[in-house]
């Protein structure tokens, strides 16, 4: 299985996560209209994580470890979206529940990440196949679906662009990146841990600044491996 970067323990103070297009131009014709192209089928997430802070030996240790299993870009990961907040979340009270404290089942290198107690709890309905944009998803703890939210099919991440109907907690909805591969009905759609195939964007310095032998402020860079077979 792969190891899932430990955000939980770096806690990054800004996060930036969300499927970027590369679109080229067709050229622009003499009328002066452009034509421009999706070059990559979709797009792909692109993750970078700010203001981690590496304020004690542990920290300081986890990020030596992590960036030498990253190796540069050539280890593929999973990076988690960190996001939650913006999920289907159940309601107690008169606001959201609070979810449980996080479980991980490794210090250094996790291979799983979840809420203690599952958070909201949501399954594909209807078998997806490769390439598809459109998912139907059924929420059995917690809120309705609503564009914008993020989820994880597998060791693949998506965003929800619109919901073209719904009927209770179940919707169907339209999605980006198209799907990654084939997904069985009844597969868990994952909104409290979500995280996606990476690799280090290469090129990037990470050998952490550490200042006066006690702590150092530094950031990281992943883009979706959309080559990874599992």
């Known amino acids: 299985m792969l190891p899932i970067f430990p955000a939980h323990i770096f806690c990054p103070e800004t996060v930036t996560a969300g499927v970027m297009a590369d679109v080229v131009s067709g050229g622009t014709s003499l009328a002066g209209e452009q034509d421009v192209i999706e070059a990559d089928g979709g797009g792909r997430w692109m993750i970078t994580m700010s203001g981690i802070a590496l304020d004690d030996p542990y920290t300081q240790r986890l990020w030596k470890a992590w960036m030498a299993k990253l190796a540069g870009g050539a280890t593929p990961v999973l990076v988690p979206l960190l996001s939650v907040a913006t999920g289907p979340r159940p ?48 929420v059995s703890q917690g809120g309705q679906i609503q564009p914008g939210m993020d989820f994880a099919a597998g060791v693949h991440a998506y965003t929800v662009e619109e919901v073209v109907s719904r009927s209770g907690l179940s919707a169907t909805v339209r999605t980006v990146p198209p799907a990654r591969e084939a997904i069985t009905s009844g597969a868990a759609a994952n909104f409290d841990w979500p995280c996606v195939v990476c690799r280090l964007v290469p090129g990037q310095s990470l050998a952490a600044q550490i200042v006066s032998g006690l702590y150092a402020d530094t950031e990281i860079q992943f883009v979706e491996d959309t080559a990874y077979v599992a």
Do not use: C, K, W
């Not at 959201?96 to 709890?121: G, M, Q």
């Open 91 to 138: 309601i107690a009270g008169n606001g959201f529940a609070t979810p449980s404290d996080l479980y991980a089942n490794d210090d250094y290198f996790p291979t799983e990440v979840r809420f203690a107690s599952p958070h909201i709890i949501a399954t594909i309905t209807v078998p997806v196949a490769l390439r598809a944009t459109t998912m139907q998803i059924t």
